[in-house]
T-cell receptor
């Protein structure tokens, strides 16, 4: 079974509008972290936002916010006021467990390609 | 002041050759990784090292051998390259047990 599922392979968004990127995850570990990364066409992986499983508040970083619904195991990324530079692949990722045994590895979803239209 | 740097950025080589990709981080992190991104953009972990000790090896063929001379460096050596090894290889690092991963800029390996 997929641990991280991103159901939207691609989407268009109008400049200045908000966009929500879906991410659902599957884990039986009570301790986990959820991450979103952006990969522009230049190829680098840019960290956007993090949500810990025990965090009470939804994470926010500037125009990025994470809609964390623990019971539904979803961690959707919301980008407000889209800009042309937001056009990129977006990856949701999960780290399960804590401590050295967990290895701290990230499991990635398949990604969502976002194209912002002027 | 690059946090995680990997070289080379591009690598084109023939089948059967042996090649290495080097990675260095200046963040003082204990944990380093190699990830592979295939042609469909899917990212999967290959190896994870914690303070020079291998802790994750995700069913990667023996032709791939990581080496960590110290905790700031994690190199990837690939023997007998195959066409299917063509991909983008990312090095990353993170603090020991938690915290986000910082990625290098990737090495695009093309095997012809």
């Amino acid at each position: 079974a997929q641990k991280i599922t991103q159901t939207q392979p691609g989407m268009f968004v109008q400049e200045k509008e908000a966009v929500t990127l879906d991410c659902t995850y599957d884990t039986s570990d009570p301790s986990y972290g959820l991450f979103w990364y952006k990969q522009p066409s230049s190829g680098e992986m840019i960290f956007l936002i993090y949500q810990g499983s025990y965090d009470q508040q939804n994470a926010t970083e500037g125009r990025y916010s994470l809609n964390f619904q623990k019971a539904r195991k979803s961690a959707n990324l919301v980008i407000s006021a889209s800009q042309l530079g937001d056009s990129a692949m977006y990856f949701c990722a999960m780290r399960e467990g804590i401590g050295e045994a967990a290895g701290n590895k990230l499991t990635f979803g398949g990604g969502t390609r976002v194209l912002v239209k002027p | 002041d690059t946090a995680v740097s990997q070289t080379p950025k591009y690598l084109v080589t023939q089948m059967g050759n042996d090649k290495s990709i080097k990675c260095e981080q200046n963040l003082g992190h204990d944990t380093m990784y190699w990830y592979k991104q295939d042609s469909k953009k899917f990212l999967k972990i290959m190896f994870s090292y914690n303070n020079k000790e291998l802790i994750i090896n995700e069913t990667v063929p023996n032709r791939f051998s990581p080496k960590s001379p110290d905790k700031a460096h994690l190199n990837l050596h690939i023997n007998s390259l195959e066409l299917g090894d063509s991909a983008v290889y990312f090095c990353a690092s993170s603090p020991r047990t938690r915290g986000r991963a910082f990625f290098g800029q990737g090495t695009r390996l093309t095997v012809v």
